[in-house]
């Protein structure tokens, strides 16, 4: 599987982003995609994830109920809808695509990254 993410920017505080991940490769509607987020202070962490049908998503406390994920298959691709963002959020942004079907928050449970999108919100 190869991803792409795209749709990060500039924002202020409050406002919101949506990103995307384009695939590529059969083997991704069979794989959980996340999403994880990294800045030069702290380590990447993971931000949300989708089952493989998109009946079960997870998140980070951090992020819950402001962020959503989302997958059309159809189209290869993943989604996170980004509301009410805060300058605590301004991060490089990646999706990952992994075979784990459980709870899969380690960056070392994905197979496959994608290169990240820049997301700076500002206060």
């Known amino acids: 599987v190869q991803l792409q993410a795209s749709g990060g920017g500039l924002v202020q505080a409050g406002g919101s982003l949506r990103l995307s991940c384009a695939a590529s490769g059969r083997s991704f509607s069979s794989s959980t995609i996340g999403w994880f987020r990294q800045t030069p202070e702290l380590a990447r962490e993971f931000v949300a994830l989708i089952s493989r049908n998109g009946g079960a998503t997870h998140y980070a406390d951090s992020v819950k109920g402001r962020f959503t994920i989302s997958r059309d298959n159809a189209q290869n691709a993943v989604y996170l809808q980004m509301n009410s963002l805060k300058p605590e959020d301004t991060a490089v942004y990646y999706c990952?695509?992994?075979?784990?079907?459980?709870?899969?928050?380690?960056?070392?449970?994905?197979?496959?990254w994608g290169q990240g999108t820049q997301v700076t919100v500002s206060s």
């Open positions: 990952a695509a992994s075979r784990f079907t459980g709870i899969a928050e380690k960056q070392y449970d994905y197979d496959y």
